[in-house]
């Protein structure tokens, strides 16, 4: 049975409920200020609820719905240009953008931290500008709707590398918090105004490295690292002026980028020895075991051009026959030979070397010994000097060398032999490295003195085919040549605080080369002509650049640099072209073209001729 009450009774009640004491109604006021503070921390809660629902639909959209999927598409990055490379004395923005899957993240708290590399004495660091105030960490600057969180760096005086340290941290489904830390390296300095990948760029960054150091010990430091510290701010004091050409040239001329002529000068005498050794292995194996002179000639460019000796062969006539009699010295197994050269040619300047000119000549002595029909071994002594003028007045040096030079031809078969070659020496280098610029009107003109020698070894195995068809011929040849140069450390002397340490330097170098020659022997009234032409391939295998390492000779802190030199190029080709002349009395002429074919850095053409009369005994 429900129970309605009536009209009466539910006024009674409503009456019973407004009848309140006085004592009660104050504890009502009471309550009712309760009420509220209860119902607005009930809103407050309710909007928090509503803003983790919108961040974890925010997380879902962008695909933050696992820990898996942030920290795999989560992305810190640096939008500043110039590969980080910040100008002295001045604020410069630093800005970072946080991405996640190709889109911006906002709102995400980033953290910064900035260490110097360098403290001073004088307490100078960098450090982050904010309302005036300098700070080395920064918490919380939030990303903007495009994700970019910015701050200010003051670089200060001082040269040196900063690490700047941004660390996102983004909440996953309100609860869960990922966070990314990346380092970046800022270079404040002289370094940041120069072309990076240069001899130049490589000394600014030493300097820059330097700078501050002797800075920090100045009250210790002799008169010429003194010296060197009032250059290290010269040169800072252009840069700030915005005088980047004139620091560029300075700190070029400051470069020992010549040292690399070294390189090039030394494992030129190896090749030339070989070279000359070469041409006795071609004499003998054309049968020619006698007292030979016959390859004295002068080289252009590496090339040989054969000078005739037309001493007493010219005295004899066509009737006279050389005999092989028992106890003569065609019949002797023991061969003596000479073999000259000399060389003339350049290299072009790049952005990495400076270019040269040289001459270069080469005296090769020796004695072979035939074992048998088919083999025999011989030994030489080579001597080899080179003189080379650096362009843009940079220098000049003057090279020697001895070697000894071990060798052997074996016939495998009638057209096919086998040559090898040994070659070990000692080189020394005499160089005078020019250092001439004008900074802010204060003129130098310094010679950096230095002299050393070096260790050079060779080996060169080739092998060769002969084919004959009546008047046409061909020959098909390929080697394997192997140098290796070592070039002992040097101080300079006489540039005074610009004065450098070079360290030891290894060269090694592997090449091949394949190559054919064919020829036609055509008969005349006058003589017989042997027009020629040839092609070869040469490849470097090791076409690494090489390192000229090093410090200023007054750096007590040894600050080194690493000077690159270009690359070598791998694959280039020869190809040749003339005619020879065999005339009567033992007379014989030739002229010769070769060009160089694809070789970076190198345009060259040979062109070489020369005679030859056979002197007898």
């Not at 410069?92 to 190709?102: P, R, S, T």
Request: proline share 2%; glycine share 8%; with cysteine.
């Amino acid at each position: 049975m429900s129970y309605n009450p009536g009209k009466d009774e539910i006024n009674s009640r409503h009456q019973n409920l407004i009848r309140i004491s006085p004592k009660k109604l104050k504890m009502l006021k009471i309550n009712t200020k309760n009420l509220k503070l209860i119902c607005l921390s009930a809103l407050t809660l309710l909007f928090a609820l509503n803003d983790v629902m919108a961040a974890n639909t925010f997380n879902k959209l962008q695909g933050r719905d696992s820990h898996q999927n942030i920290e795999s598409g989560l992305i810190l990055q640096t939008t500043n240009a110039a590969n980080n490379n910040l100008e002295l004395n001045s604020q410069v923005k630093f800005n970072v953008q946080l991405m996640l899957n190709d889109s911006p993240v906002p709102a995400a708290n980033i953290d910064w931290e900035i260490i110097h590399s360098v403290t001073t004495s004088n307490g100078q660091t960098a450090y982050f500008v904010t309302a005036a105030s300098q700070f080395s960490i920064l918490e919380t600057v939030p990303s903007d709707i495009n994700g970019n969180s910015s701050i200010f760096i003051n670089t200060g005086e001082i040269a040196s590398v900063y690490r700047i340290t941004a660390t996102a941290s983004v909440y996953l489904n309100s609860d869960q918090l990922i966070t990314l830390t990346q380092t970046f390296l800022v270079n404040a300095g002289v370094r940041a105004s120069i072309k990076n990948n240069t001899p130049e760029n490589e000394i600014a960054s030493t300097l820059d490295n330097l700078c501050p150091k002797l800075e920090e010990n100045k009250n210790q430091l002799t008169k010429a690292q003194e010296a060197l510290l009032n250059r290290c701010n010269a040169i800072q004091q252009a840069v700030s002026e915005g005088k980047t050409v004139e620091v560029s040239k300075a700190l070029r001329q400051m470069s020992p980028e010549e040292v690399a002529v070294q390189a090039d000068v030394g494992s030129s005498f190896s090749n030339q020895q070989m070279s000359n050794v070469a041409s006795r292995l071609n004499a003998v194996r054309r049968g020619s075991s006698k007292l030979s002179f016959n390859n004295l000639g002068f080289r252009y460019r590496g090339r040989a051009i054969p000078v005739n000796y037309m001493l007493t062969s010219l005295l004899a006539d066509e009737g006279n026959k050389v005999t092989n009699e028992p106890g003569g010295l065609l019949s002797n197994r023991l061969g003596v030979f000479a073999n000259g050269s000399a060389s003339a040619g350049n290299r072009a300047a790049t952005s990495k070397e400076d270019g040269f000119k040289f001459d270069s000549y080469g005296l090769t002595l020796g004695a072979d010994y035939r074992v048998s029909s088919t083999r025999f071994v011989g030994a030489a002594l080579g001597v080899s000097k080179s003189d080379v003028q650096i362009s843009e007045q940079g220098g000049e040096m003057n090279a020697a060398g001895l070697s000894l030079n071990v060798y052997l031809n074996q016939y495998l078969a009638d057209q096919w032999y086998i040559d090898g070659v040994i070659n070990i020496g000692n080189n020394t280098f005499d160089m005078q490295r020019n250092i001439n610029f004008d900074l802010s009107g204060n003129a130098v003109n310094r010679v950096a003195n230095s002299n050393t020698r070096g260790l050079q070894q060779g080996l060169s195995i080739s092998s060769g085919y002969e084919v004959y068809d009546g008047a046409l011929s061909a020959s098909f040849s390929g080697s394997l040549n192997y140098t290796k140069l070592g070039i002992d450390g040097f101080t300079e002397n006489g540039a005074q605080e610009l004065d450098l340490i070079i360290n030891k330097q290894s060269i090694d170098s592997t090449s091949s080369t394949i190559g054919a020659q064919v020829q036609y022997t055509h008969s005349h009234r006058l003589g017989v002509f042997i027009p020629f032409v040839g092609l070869s391939w040469i490849h470097e295998f090791n076409d690494s650049p090489d390192t000229i390492s090093g410090a200023f000779a007054n750096d007590q802190f040894n600050s080194a640099f690493n000077i690159k030199t270009e690359k070598v190029d791998s694959n280039y080709f020869s190809n040749v072209q003339g005619i020879t002349a065999i005339l009567p009395r033992g007379i014989s002429a030739y002229i010769r073209m070769e060009n160089i074919i694809g070789r970076d850095y190198y345009k060259t053409t040979n062109v070489s001729f020369g005679g030859r009369m056979e002197l007898q005994f």
